[in-house]
């Protein structure tokens, strides 16, 4: 039961994240209003409980060796293709969560969120969710491809 457990929630995670990072960058290409801030950041807060989601419950997999032992995953390049898929995807997430902390606690603050959040800023924010969502497509299909025993080393 626990590796139902722990792939149904890795799946879950999977479509809360998807879905998160696609609704952040449809609220940031918006014009710039409080509503469309929070709109981004309540996906943005979705986003980070999916992406610790994944973390948890993909090492829990792998080191746990609840699927297959960690030697079959390491040896198989459809996992490190999707592994290092996941590391551009963390990489290019590092300026848009600083961005978005800062906005965070700006709205705390104050309701005028034109005067603190450059339009352009935004717009760069919702190009890059875009693009880690397309990330996260393509590793989709490298895992469902590893799942039918592809990638794996001779």
Same mark, same amino acid.
Not at 63 to 79: C, I, M, P, R, W
Not at 115 to 120: G, K, L, T
Not at 131 to 137: G, M, P, R, T
Not at 139 to 146: K, L, R
């Given at each position: 039961?626990?590796?139902?457990?722990?792939?149904?929630? !890795?799946?879950?995670?999977?479509? &809360?994240?998807? +879905?998160?990072?696609?609704?952040?960058?449809?609220?940031? #290409?918006?014009?710039?209003?409080?509503?469309?801030?929070r709109r981004a950041l309540r996906a943005d807060g979705a986003w980070g409980l999916a992406a610790a989601l994944w973390l948890a419950t993909g090492l829990w997999r792998l080191l746990g060796?609840?699927?297959?032992?960690?030697?079959?995953?390491? !040896?198989?390049?459809?996992?490190?293709?999707?592994?290092?898929?996941?590391?551009?995807?963390?990489? &290019?997430?590092?300026?848009?969560?600083?961005? &978005?902390?800062?906005?965070? #606690?700006?709205?705390? #603050?104050?309701?005028?969120?034109? !005067?603190?959040?450059?339009?352009?800023?935004?717009? #760069?924010?919702?190009?890059?969710?875009?693009?880690?969502?397309?990330?996260i497509l393509l590793m989709v299909f490298a895992a469902s491809a590893m799942a039918r025993g592809l +990638?794996?080393?001779?």
């Amino acid at each position: 039961m626990l590796r139902v457990t722990l792939a149904a929630t !890795h799946l879950i995670a999977l479509g &809360l994240g998807l +879905g998160a990072v696609v609704t952040r960058g449809n609220a940031l #290409r918006e014009p710039v209003s409080t509503n469309s801030l929070r709109r981004a950041l309540r996906a943005d807060g979705a986003w980070g409980l999916a992406a610790a989601l994944w973390l948890a419950t993909g090492l829990w997999r792998l080191l746990g060796e609840t699927e297959k032992a960690v030697g079959y995953y390491l !040896h198989n390049s459809l996992f490190v293709t999707k592994m290092g898929l996941f590391a551009v995807v963390l990489a &290019l997430e590092i300026w848009p969560m600083v961005m &978005l902390l800062k906005w965070r #606690r700006a709205l705390q #603050r104050s309701n005028l969120m034109q !005067h603190i959040v450059a339009p352009a800023t935004a717009r #760069r924010i919702a190009t890059i969710s875009y693009i880690e969502a397309l990330l996260i497509l393509l590793m989709v299909f490298a895992a469902s491809a590893m799942a039918r025993g592809l +990638g794996v080393r001779s």
